[in-house]
């Protein structure tokens, strides 16, 4: 998204982006000046746009949200990319189409585009690097579904899979089963070790983008539980560290903050608000949960967090995602500032303050 220069284009456009077609609206002084429809390529959106005067494009973000706005921007359109949700909040519950969509879409645009929650997308180069994470997690998902698949099949046989990692599933499995039940396995159990070897292709690849294209990962894996998938998703993800005021406003973006409902006397406590990049906040819950586990190295993270965690499961839970919250606020920190990570920095100042 670009940022909206003092003077607003005076034509608004609603675009509607389908996967083959999509809809236009171009409104001119409030008046819908022409309504049509046009292929989802580079090609035939550049015909329609690249004669228009400048005007301010509103489309709701989504797979080919990206691209066309990168090529609306070349052809010297101020673009606006607005938040899925917050489209479906504003339109209602009325008759849909993709041109009372696109119609809208232009009608935001001109009235209120600040209530569309504009949302900024990364570089096509950070965009491709991104691709190799969620490559390796959709590998990840399948093989977690086929080892799952084993186990509940080899229990319904009254036989059972001893828990071990992933990596050693298949190994194990082959021990365990039958000679029966193997067999009748071994084509999953084969793409288990087929995709194990997928998944670890991607990893070097990975550590190879974050050695040549993002050393700044280095500094943000001196935090134990913070590996090259995790760091290299943040800095993907967010892209530019300064596009935040203050570090605590990466845990609000990334769906960290609990959401607010507070009306007269009623002010409840509520589940955190899922906004943002759920793969990243995936990944920071896990990171959040080696922090806190039995292997997690002593900082003033895990003693802050393990405060939050005693007395229930509840607190537990709520623990975890405090400590991915304040996580994503100590990377950014550490990104920002280019400062060497000190695990138990609080705590020495205390007892250096007590002494």
């Excluded at 600040?114 to 190799?132: C, N, S, T, W, Y």
């Excluded at 009748?184 to 294209?213: G, K, N, W």
């Amino acid at each position: 998204m670009t940022k909206q220069t003092a003077a607003a284009p005076k034509i608004m456009v609603g675009l509607d982006l389908g996967d083959r077609y999509s809809d236009v609206v171009v409104r001119v002084g409030g008046e819908v000046r022409m309504q049509a429809r046009v292929e989802t390529t580079a090609q035939a959106l550049r015909r329609r746009f690249e004669g228009l005067e400048r005007s301010r494009i509103v489309l709701e973000v989504g797979t080919h949200s990206p691209w066309v706005s990168r090529l609306l921007e070349e052809l010297g359109h101020e673009v606006i990319v607005a938040s899925a949700g917050r489209v479906r909040e504003m339109i209602g519950h009325g008759d849909k189409t993709d041109a009372l969509d696109a119609r809208s879409l232009a009608q935001f645009g001109a009235v209120a585009p600040e209530l569309l929650r504009p949302i900024r997308h990364r570089g096509p180069q950070a965009q491709r690097d991104l691709a190799v994470i969620r490559a390796r997690e959709t590998l990840v998902r399948a093989r977690t579904t086929l080892v799952n698949h084993v186990r509940g099949s080899a229990k319904s046989l009254g036989e059972r899979i001893g828990a071990s990692s992933t990596a050693a599933f298949v190994r194990r499995a082959r021990q365990a089963l039958s000679k029966e039940t193997a067999a009748m396995q071994e084509p999953l159990l084969a793409s288990i070790e087929q995709i194990t070897v997928q998944i670890r292709v991607y990893d070097r690849r990975i550590e190879e983008l974050c050695t040549e294209r993002y050393p700044v990962t280095a500094r943000l894996r001196q935090i134990k539980g913070v590996g090259a998938v995790t760091a290299l998703g943040f800095v993907l993800t967010l892209e530019d560290p300064h596009r935040f005021a203050k570090s605590r406003m990466v845990g609000a973006y990334l769906g960290l903050r609990p959401r607010k409902y507070a009306s007269g006397d009623r002010d409840p406590e509520l589940g955190i608000s899922k906004r943002g990049d759920g793969r990243l906040r995936r990944l920071l819950v896990q990171a959040a949960h080696y922090i806190l586990g039995p292997f997690g190295p002593d900082t003033d993270l895990r003693r802050w967090g393990l405060r939050l965690a005693a007395g229930s499961k509840r607190a537990k839970k709520r623990a975890i995602v405090a400590v991915a919250r304040k996580l994503a606020v100590l990377l950014h920190r550490l990104w920002l500032s280019g400062a060497d990570y000190e695990p138990l920095r609080q705590a020495e100042a205390r007892a250096v303050a007590v002494a």
